[in-house]
């Protein structure tokens, strides 16, 4: 076996090449983008670039076939909760069912990590935002969502075999869209939708500007400089929404009001996975034609949240419960949708962990783990600490 460090455009799509290579043969593996790949390690388009660097590598086997990747980060504003000591991160690691193959790719990231002054390494990671790339799937192993990470289930033994250990869990949950709410979630809406001064919405696309100011006031009082999460601009959102406003579903996009002030939303989107799944990783003139035949002929079923946030004045309040009820309202009758899963939410906050539970009759979807590996293996591990 023999690592090689991805220095050119050719050892570059040999980098995307693995991932399909290696998993193919994963039942419910789906080839993301490779453009959207591509544009993580592209310094003019990934923004982590102005506080940190990466490096990647390929592993192959004597005979010159791909075997192994993975790549390593280093980012200033990379920071959890309790962190006493610089962490660098790992990510896009693929490899065979080979512990020595597998070790040889953990140690080039850990050494080039080292050198670069970092003391642990968080993985499996992106380098950049917590929304996409992020974490391995340790249970619920069927077709990803859009922007999550898949892999073959051995691969939790080769993390925690290296030595990696649980940093966090991410917790999924599924519901059936089309199922009555339970009477719990009925009742705890009806005492607030008989106060006229709550109220709630779906987003319009031709008010995207004011709906991306009620965002960004939810967001960070909700989110913001919690857990590893900055805050965000207005201008931001505006452009995150404008982003989505090809692929955005109005009406599965809701915001609750209290005094028409903004008090907590629920973001989903239509899961493009269930496009995507056709396209082996390309993007194309004729992949966008096939998109929005399928688009309009309304074969995906899916949706997946995204993002749902209460602000903490309103909080146990049953504010959840009466957004989700108001959204079934119009979600149920009007929407194509039979399946739907909440996007991971870090068992390190339970607030959010109980939320999600209230939705509905829920369940743990799929499970993914971020792990960290301290690079001193006689000092103490913690997991990431407990939000309150």
Not at 264 to 291: C, E, R, S, V
Not at 334 to 346: C, L, N, R
Not at 352 to 381: C, H, P, Q, W
């Amino acid at each position: 076996m023999k690592l090689f460090e991805v220095t050119d455009e050719h050892a570059a799509k040999e980098f995307i090449k693995a991932n399909a290579d290696l998993n193919k043969a994963t039942l419910n593996y789906i080839r993301p983008l490779d453009n959207e790949i591509k544009e993580v390690f592209d310094k003019t388009k990934n923004k982590s670039f102005r506080h940190g660097e990466c490096a990647r590598w390929l592993l192959k086997d004597d005979d010159g076939n791909l075997i192994g990747r993975i790549a390593a980060f280093t980012n200033k504003k990379y920071k959890n909760k309790g962190d006493d000591v610089p962490v660098g991160g790992i990510g896009f690691f693929d490899c065979i069912n080979n512990q020595e193959a597998a070790d040889m790719l953990f140690d080039v990231a850990k050494h080039w990590l080292i050198q670069r002054g970092m003391q642990a390494m968080d993985g499996p990671v992106n380098f950049g935002e917590r929304d996409k790339w992020w974490g391995l799937v340790t249970e619920g192993f069927h077709e990803p969502p859009y922007g999550m990470n898949f892999n073959p289930p051995y691969y939790k033994v080769l993390f925690e075999t290296y030595g990696f250990k649980t940093f966090f869990k991410q917790l999924c949950f599924g519901l059936d869209p089309k199922k009555k709410l339970t009477d719990k979630v009925l009742t705890r809406h009806e005492a607030l939708a008989k106060d006229p001064l709550f109220t709630a919405t779906y987003i319009r696309k031709n008010q995207l500007e004011k709906f991306a100011g009620d965002f960004t006031i939810i967001y960070n009082k909700s989110f913001g400089g919690h857990g590893g999460l900055k805050e965000m601009k207005r201008e931001q959102v505006i452009k995150l929404l404008k982003t989505m406003k090809p692929v955005m579903d109005e009406k599965i996009v809701w915001f609750a009001y209290h005094s028409n002030d903004p008090i907590a939303m629920f973001i989903n989107i239509p899961d493009l996975n269930q496009y995507f799944k056709h396209f082996n990783g390309k993007f194309g003139l004729l992949q966008k034609l096939q998109f929005l035949w399928m688009k309009s002929r309304g074969v995906n079923k899916k949706f997946t949240g995204i993002v749902f946030g209460v602000i903490p004045e309103f909080q146990g309040q049953g504010v959840d419960a009466f957004m989700i009820v108001e959204a079934a309202k119009i979600v149920q009758p009007h929407t194509p949708y039979t399946e739907y899963e909440m996007q991971w939410i870090g068992d390190f906050n339970p607030k959010m962990v109980n939320i999600a539970k209230t939705l509905g009759e829920t369940y743990i979807s799929r499970t993914l783990v971020t792990y960290r590996y301290l690079f001193d293996r006689t000092k103490e591990f913690r997991r990431h600490p407990i939000l309150l």
